[in-house]
């Protein structure tokens, strides 16, 4: 089974600081997304990768940016969080191979962020 | 802006009876993909179906899909209380870059 492991659960950040969030997937996917999920807002899209030092802008990217050295770890990065930064953050990878657009997704279990 | 929009926003159904959920997208797809997410958790994916079909089943779970009308539905039969949570359709828009709606929140009641 693939997994994706986000490194915290919940985090408490003030604001101003910087703030990472860690994603490890263990299945060799090429690609690696960061969502934020809100209360009637659905998940919308941060930045994703679909390859090592490779980057997409998402739906909302301000505020944010992404790293990814190695295939297995994507990092998102708060430069300096708001309080419109608190959400739950949400990691997810997919696809192997020539076919990786028609592969499903898998999550972590979240990141819940606090920003005060 | 988002791929997929789902109704209705919210369902209540009694165990034992069929839940219909609908998602409409704006662009052309490779696929279109259904997902479930317990409270608090991350997502799981359910059943992916690709734009060159129409109707796929796994399990209890039937999935149509209407390239003409741009819109999918996701069928679960004979619910349980278990099935309670929230579904989410996807699709991707360009490579790989998939959108999701803001959910249907299904709830069974025992």
């Known amino acids: 089974d693939v997994k994706v492991t986000q490194s915290s659960r919940y985090l408490v950040k003030r604001t101003g600081e910087k703030v990472f969030l860690e994603c490890v997937q263990d299945m060799d996917h090429e690609n690696m997304f960061w969502y934020r999920q809100d209360p009637g807002l659905g998940l919308r899209l941060i930045y994703f990768?679909?390859?090592?030092?490779?980057?997409e802008k998402g739906d909302i990217p301000e505020g944010y940016s992404v790293s990814r050295e190695k295939k297995e770890r994507f990092s998102l990065i708060l430069e300096s969080a708001s309080t419109n930064q608190t959400s739950m953050y949400l990691c997810a990878s997919s696809g192997t191979g020539i076919s990786s657009y028609n592969s499903p997704l898998h999550f972590g279990n979240g990141t819940r962020l606090t920003v005060t | 802006s988002q791929q997929g929009e789902e109704d209705p926003q919210a369902l209540s159904i009694q165990e034992g009876e069929n839940a219909t959920m609908n998602c409409s997208y704006k662009t052309s797809i490779n696929n279109l993909q259904w997902y479930r997410q317990n409270s608090g958790r991350g997502l799981v994916h359910l059943i992916l179906?690709?734009?060159?079909?129409r109707e796929k089943h796994s399990g209890r779970l039937r999935v149509t899909l209407d390239t003409s009308k741009k819109s999918s539905s996701l069928l679960i039969t004979a619910s349980r209380a278990a099935d309670t949570a929230s579904y989410f359709c996807a699709a991707p828009r360009g490579y790989q870059k998939v959108t999701f709606g803001i959910g249907t929140k299904l709830q069974v009641i025992p």
């Open positions: 990768s679909y390859d090592v030092k490779m980057k």
């Open positions: 179906i690709r734009s060159n079909e």
